[in-house]
């Protein structure tokens, strides 16, 4: 009888274990997914004067198949002058990681020289 016991209490220690173990591996590879795999967007320095705008957007084309054609910056400044603006430019279709320069033209030297964005949102 005491062995029964002792095989019980042992197989239910091990399956807690296992579940336990299934856990952390499962929130462990999704808070790793949550940091390092969603899309990513990084300004860079600008070839084309103060209306450019120069961006690298990467994802992982293999898990999301997107193509990215349109670029929109949109400025919502209640407190402030102008107080809602919205600059947008079109290019041609990427699929995977890519890098653009662009002329956003007039709108984004707006954006920028905005005032009281403290309290804006872009």
Known sequence: MNTHFLALAV???????LLFTLAFTSLTVGALEWLFGRPRLT???S???ENGLAFRFSWNSAKEEAKINLI????FNPFGVPSQLEVSKEFEA????FVMDLDLGM???????????QNATL
């Open 11 to 17: 197989s239910s220690i091990l399956v807690l274990g």
């Open 43 to 45: 300004f860079l320095r």
């Open 47 to 49: 070839t084309l004067g």
């Open 72 to 75: 929109r910056i949109r400025l």
């Open 94 to 97: 990427h699929d995977s990681t």
């Open 107 to 117: 709108g984004l030297r707006k954006i920028l020289e905005s005032c009281n964005t």
